[in-house]
């Protein structure tokens, strides 16, 4: 008979002082982390998930693991391991981001989630390390909404001083003029150049302090800043400017119509600046609690390849900064006849945003800006 290997016990020993010292890892690890199979059922949790998402152990194991996630992300999660399982495209498998997580109570609070997949006993299982964010939003919240209170507070300056001041100038301006018109001067057409060039500094000043403070705090004032911006992108740049909101959407919270208005702002500069756009069409929807703003355009589109210049990118990685801020999802690519698409959808807590009003507010916002004739062939 083939007597045991004096090697066995001591390998036993080895194996158990690791699967000892993994599991003190595990259990003494400050992340929360948890790991689930392929159907997306908790396998394990460690004592930082309890506290985090305040479930026990024994309340979580074999249970979905989309009980720790809120809407829409709650209804999704199946699908995407199910597209997982049949294609082996990874979305966030080995990648990570920031999402939201949702603890027993219902409260929602950002987590910075890592994904990885590993297989035991011939079973795939996926390990999720969470770290709770809260306070690393907020402080960010606080640094946009002061840098937002900044622009704010100048845009007051350049509206109720600078433009008053310029306003005044052109009086003079206008006044010699015509004085200089009655007294048949030939400098008359030369102050009134002045005048007219004045004029057209105060309009831009004007518009300048509106896009420094553009969300009122209305419910609907994302939609009337969106308006606001269709009509000075149609003025200015000469483009052809749709706004396509066919029912109200009202947000209760200033800080989410910010970075919403903020996205369509960047995305509309970008479609002048770096695609070349003569038309330009901006959406806003909403249903339930779902909010979703869109941005189309006609221009050159997004370019291939790495980046030529240092900067390149810096208005997409400030649309993805805001829709991360807001857990929204952003979509931007190139059309197939053309141009770009910028879509952000985001999932508002209720009492936040709804998608019908009262009578004050039930009026939609449609418009079409058309070019005008003689800028076609510019």
Not at 1 to 15: F, I, T
Not at 49 to 71: C, D, H, Y
Request: aromatic content about 4%; charged content about 25%; hydrophobic content about 35%.
């Amino acid at each position: 008979m083939n007597q045991p290997s004096s090697k066995e016990p001591e390998s036993l020993a080895a194996l158990r002082e690791s699967e000892a010292r993994l599991r003190a890892v595990f259990d003494t690890a400050v992340e929360a982390i948890v790991t689930i199979d392929e159907r997306g059922r908790i396998d394990a949790v460690n004592p930082a998930a309890e506290t985090m998402f305040g479930w026990n152990s024994t309340e979580l194991i074999g249970r979905n693991v989309s009980m720790l996630m809120p809407e829409p992300h709650h209804g999704q999660h199946d699908g995407y391991l199910a597209n997982y399982r049949a294609t082996g495209h990874r979305r966030i498998i080995g990648i990570g981001r920031e999402t939201f997580g949702q603890r027993r109570d219902g409260t929602v609070f950002p987590i910075d989630l890592s994904i990885g997949e590993f297989s035991a006993n011939g079973r795939r299982l996926f390990t999720g390390i969470i770290r709770d964010i809260t306070e690393r939003r907020q402080l960010q919240a606080e640094v946009l909404r002061t840098g937002e209170a900044e622009q704010q507070r100048i845009g007051r300056d350049l509206h109720d001083d600078l433009c008053q001041q310029l306003a005044g100038v052109q009086f003079l301006a206008q006044s010699l003029a015509r004085r200089l018109a009655e007294a048949g001067r030939p400098e008359a057409s030369g102050a009134e150049e002045i005048a007219r060039l004045i004029r057209h500094a105060t309009e831009h000043t004007r518009d300048l302090s509106h896009g420094m403070s553009p969300v009122g705090l209305e419910p609907d004032g994302l939609m009337s800043a969106l308006e606001e911006l269709a009509l000075r992108t149609h003025r200015h740049f000469e483009v052809e400017v749709q706004l396509d909101c066919p029912s109200p959407v009202l947000i209760h919270h200033t800080d989410v119509a910010t970075h919403l208005y903020r996205i369509a702002q960047e995305a509309v500069s970008n479609a002048i600046r770096h695609g070349k756009a003569r038309r330009i069409e901006i959406g806003l929807s909403g249903v339930d609690h779902q909010v979703r703003l869109s941005i189309r355009d006609d221009g050159h589109g997004l370019p291939t390849g790495k980046p030529k210049k240092k900067g390149t990118g810096l208005g997409l990685r400030i649309m993805q900064y805001r829709a991360g801020m807001l857990g929204a999802s952003l979509v931007v690519a190139n059309q197939p006849e053309g141009g770009v698409s910028v879509a952000c959808s985001v999932h508002i807590m209720p009492g936040q945003a709804v998608s019908a009003g009262s009578k004050r507010h039930e009026t939609s916002r449609t418009k079409v800006l058309r070019r005008p004739p003689h800028s076609a062939g510019r």
